[in-house]
T-cell receptor, first 107, second 114 residues
Framework: DAKTTQPNSMESNEEEPVHLPCNHS???????IHWYRQLPSQGPEYVIHGLTSNVNNRMASLAIAEDRKSSTLILHRATLRDAAVYYC????????FGAGTRLTVKP | KAGVTQTPRYLIKTRGQQVTLSCSPI?????VSWYQQTPGQGLQFLFE???????NKGNFPGRFSGRQFSNSRSEMNVSTLELGDSALYLC?????????????FGPGTRLTVT
């Protein structure tokens, strides 16, 4: 099974960019990289996904390394509402959530 | 468009009883997945249904079962409840379940087993 490695926690200041890293050295050629986040007392929420090229949407950007063994989720201007646990997932046949990265945003 | 709804939101059961949880996916979504979330194990995949058929199954004992109806609504059942089954049970729906796809999660059902 393809697995991901993320830092347990990160801190950011409000209105500053945040780069959340994810290592996935055993990724296969057909694995999509997905990011979800879970705000306190809520179910996970889709953030972004990509295969090979960098991706942007209204919530975030996803930068994928050329060898696809790592990726970075970029929040361009962190707000207090972005405080959540962020999960990087390689979908095999199901969604295997790891421990994720707990992001704290300081005002 | 209404989101994924789960009922009930909170439930207290006694060890040995059984429980049925319900999930209504977003209109038009045909895939429904179930997850268990606990502080110790995090989010774990239970099973996925697509067009009334179980397509994938996680590593849970046979006490955990589910089904999907023709309108895509899904139920999961846990028989002979154990204290360790206390958890937040999350349901997620997606259009087809064909990669790549976004899953939309409901708010969950908080099950407490005493």
């Amino acid at each position: 099974d393809a697995k991901t490695t993320q830092p347990n926690s990160m801190e950011s200041n409000e209105e500053e960019p945040v780069h959340l890293p994810c290592n996935h050295s055993t990724i296969s050629g057909t694995d999509y990289i997905h990011w979800y986040r879970q705000l306190p007392s809520q179910g996970p929420e889709y953030v972004i996904h990509g295969l090979t090229s960098n991706v942007n949407n209204r919530m975030a950007s996803l930068a994928i390394a050329e060898d696809r063994k790592s990726s970075t989720l970029i929040l361009h201007r962190a707000t207090l509402r972005d405080a959540a646990v962020y999960y990087c997932i390689l979908r095999d046949y199901d969604m295997r959530f790891g421990a994720g990265t707990r992001l704290t945003v300081k005002p | 468009k209404a989101g994924v709804t789960q009922t009930p939101r909170y439930l207290i059961k006694t060890r040995g009883q059984q429980v049925t949880l319900s999930c209504s996916p977003i209109s038009g979504h045909r895939s429904v997945s179930w997850y268990q979330q606990t502080p110790g194990q995090g989010l774990q995949f239970l099973f996925e249904y697509f067009s009334e058929t179980q397509r994938n199954k996680g590593n849970f004992p046979g006490r955990f079962s589910g089904r999907q109806f023709s309108n895509s609504r899904s139920e999961m059942n846990v028989s002979t409840l154990e204290l360790g089954d206390s958890a937040l049970y999350l349901c997620a729906s997606s259009l087809s379940g064909t990669e790549p796809y976004e899953q939309y999660f409901g708010p969950g059902t908080r099950l407490t087993v005493t």
